[in-house]
């Protein structure tokens, strides 16, 4: 076993040891369980950030050292993205936003005609952007299985006409946390002739994405979920209908060259790579925190590091099967493979009201609702559209009965089995002894009471 596959404690993040006030008035250290939502920064990209900061300069643009300085960590963080993500020669690297704004981009530049395929049970980030004029959009319905899932997506292709085709895929879910089979969905999208992009927002924070193996054309993922919370993401993968296209901006940085005509209208000539849609002063500091976290999670290992998680995993399932009123979201099943995501619901409990009560009694952070993925949870959940009920009303939610919403732990390379720990503990005593304070809701979030309940 090499040094890196023995990681037996957590990688050092930012927030580690924040105390936050309990309603009781008392402080205990904050448990961060909503890493899907956004990660804490991990210590080593803050670090590295504050290293460059009085380096900071503008990027592309200026003729001084800084400047020049900062372009070159810009243009360095790009390869280090490329190698983070096993790129092709051919491939590109578009710093982004998030992963959102990745694909907005990608469906942006889609030969006109389209036809996109994506399941039901996508995140919005990758359920929406294809709604728009010039593409078509084929929804799939949420698979039980991986083998359902590789046979919906070949009828849906056998029977769409020709033409430009693009299948759009999680490789985690942000809701269940389980893996999705991206390699034999894209060997299936390829006999047919449709491209894959890989949303992979929730997993290429959990595990080695190889773009090279997995076969897919585009890939995307947001830094603030992987340990780089300073606003850059990523689109990356085939240059070709990335260059055919109009600029996802039009700006600066983006055109070769503007010029003026003869009948007074303005000629523009278009970069092709990456700088055609990366329009305006570039996020420096976001990219570089992104080429960081991709340095840090490669060096410490992502052997060690699943394996790691894989455990926590382990403690978590183990721990909430002990408990008969908690019942775990799931569209694959009890043994299917999961990053360190896992939904669930309470019976007798309103998902929100549950959330508070671990925030304010406990110090937990978790999330409750739909997780912009209306469509999936209300599938797990056998529930139809229709808002969750008020803040401490009891909601049924045993399998065959009905719950409006769900709560959401997550966790990953910061995660000290303590707050695990404490988490099943929290759940125990709350399904036990019910929550010591009363809660009500205020803004359309529950929230604990100053009165003792
Ligand atoms: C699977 C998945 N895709 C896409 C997104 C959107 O990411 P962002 O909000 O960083 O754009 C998320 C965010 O939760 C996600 O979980």
């Known amino acids: 076993m090499s040094v890196a596959a023995d990681l ?8 580690h040891d924040v105390q936050v006030p309990l309603v009781s008035g008392e402080k205990v250290g904050y448990a961060a369980l909503d890493y899907a939502a956004s990660s804490p920064a991990l210590q080593r990209v803050w670090d590295d950030v504050a290293a460059y900061a009085p380096y900071y300069g503008s990027v592309h643009r200026g003729a001084g050292y800084l400047s020049q300085l900062s372009t070159d960590l810009f243009e360095q963080s ?6 983070f993500l096993d790129l092709r020669a051919d491939d590109q690297v578009v710093f982004t936003r998030a992963t959102t704004d990745s694909l907005n981009l990608l469906a942006g530049v889609l030969p006109a005609g389209t036809r996109v395929f994506a399941f039901e049970t996508e995140h919005h980030a990758s359920l929406l952007p294809w709604r728009r004029e010039g593409l078509t959009v084929g929804y799939l319905r949420a698979p039980r299985s991986h083998a359902e899932a590789v046979a919906r997506l070949e009828e849906a292709l056998a029977a769409a006409p020709e033409g430009p085709k693009l299948f759009c895929v999680t490789g985690a879910s942000n809701v269940t946390g389980e893996l999705w089979p991206v390699a034999e969905l894209t060997e ?4 047919y002739g449709a491209r894959v992009v890989l949303d992979a927002a929730q997993l290429a924070p959990h595990h080695r994405v190889s773009v090279r193996e997995l076969g897919v054309d585009w890939i995307a993922f947001s830094g603030h979920k992987l340990y780089a919370p300073f606003g850059a993401g990523v689109l990356a993968g085939r240059s070709d209908w990335l260059d055919a296209a109009e600029p996802y901006l039009a700006g600066g940085g983006a055109s070769r060259t ?13 970069q092709t790579g990456p700088a055609r849609h990366e329009a305006g002063s570039p996020n420096v500091i976001g990219a570089y925190a992104v080429a960081s976290a991709c340095r840090a999670l490669t060096e410490a290992g992502f052997d060690a590091l699943e394996a790691r998680e894989g455990q926590l995993i382990a403690r978590l399932t183990a721990g909430l ?14 043994e299917a493979a999961r990053v360190g995501v896992l939904s669930f619901v309470v ?5 929100s009201h549950f959330s508070a009560a671990l ?6 952070g978790v999330r409750d609702g739909l997780f912009c993925a209306h469509p999936l949870v209300r599938t797990l959940l056998g529930s139809e559209d229709g808002a969750p009920s008020e803040c401490g009303a009891p909601e049924p939610s045993l399998p065959g009965e009905r719950s409006l919403n769900a709560i959401r732990v997550s966790f990953g390379a910061g995660t000290p089995d303590e707050h695990l720990d404490r988490f099943l503990t929290a759940v125990r005593e709350l399904v036990t002894d019910g929550a010591r304070w009363s809660y ?8 604990a009471d100053t009165r003792r309940g």
């Open 347 to 351: 019976q007798g409990w309103n998902s």
């Open 440 to 447: 009500r809701s205020e803004g359309g979030r529950c929230v």
């Open 188 to 191: 299936t999208a390829h006999r």
């Open 359 to 364: 925030s304010a009694e406990y110090g937990i």
């Open 321 to 334: 099967a002990e408990i008969p009123e908690v019942r775990v979201l799931s569209l694959f099943g009890p």
């Open 78 to 83: 790009r390869r280090t993205v490329e190698e």
């Open 8 to 15: 037996r404690t957590p990688l050092a993040v930012l927030g």
């Open 258 to 270: 503007v010029a003026r005509e003869a009948d007074g209208s303005v000629a523009v000539e278009w």
